[in-house]
């Protein structure tokens, strides 16, 4: 029996700014979520993986890794790191 679960996510969310009508749509891609430690230990909810942020209009789009679990020196443990990049047109 395990002690953690995972949601898939799949499909986008679409929002508009309201003091930007001009940008249009945003779409960004959700990233997957990890609970673990559910029965015992200390629970924790991590987001994994990749989510993408774009606006068509605009032609930007932004790309942000969510890492899981990342090991620092000996035995430190470290949750919910993020690192992302930006592209698009000035």
Known sequence: MGNSAATIM???DRIRLLD???DGEY???M???????ILF???VL???????????KTGYSCDVEF????????MTVSNNHRA???????
């Not at 990233?31 to 430690?37: H, I, K, L």
Request: charged letters at 30%.
């Open 20 to 22: 930007r009508p001009e």
């Open 41 to 43: 230990g200390k629970m």
């Open 46 to 56: 991590e987001l994994g993986d990749l989510s993408i942020v774009r606006n068509e």
């Open 67 to 74: 890492k899981t679990k990342v090991r620092r020196q000996l």
């Open 10 to 12: 799949e499909g986008e």
């Open 27 to 29: 779409a960004i891609s």
């Open 31 to 37: 990233p997957n979520t990890y609970a673990r430690g």
């Open 84 to 90: 992302g990049s930006l592209a698009g047109t000035t």
